[in-house]
């Protein structure tokens, strides 16, 4: 019980003290869950849709967030943002091509 009390008073920390990037890690999550369910319902774009919507709005909020106040790894933080973004441009493209 006092590892999920650490977790849950670690996660209201750092909600606290920096809310936009806890809300992109919460679209990172949900946008993992989104594309696993995918596999595993291949007939629903729904999942992969909604996968991808979360990954492109959070490769947005952090790159504008890295731009407005910079963090000590601006570079690499960057350029998995952006890496990001292309993927899930790419998996949009696909998607449509496929419909």
Known sequence: MRSWNFWFNSLIFASQ?????VVELLMLVLAITMLVLST???ER???IVLGLSF???ASIS???REQLAPSCQKIVTQFTA???LIVSIYGF???ITTL
Request: proline share 17%; hydrophobic share 55%; net charge neutral.
């Open 40 to 42: 595993f319902a291949p």
């Open 82 to 84: 952006l890496l990001l």
């Open 55 to 57: 990954v492109v709005g």
């Open 93 to 95: 493209a696909d998607l």
């Open 17 to 21: 003290h920096n809310p936009p990037r």
């Open 62 to 64: 952090i790159l504008i």
């Open 45 to 47: 774009p729904a999942y």
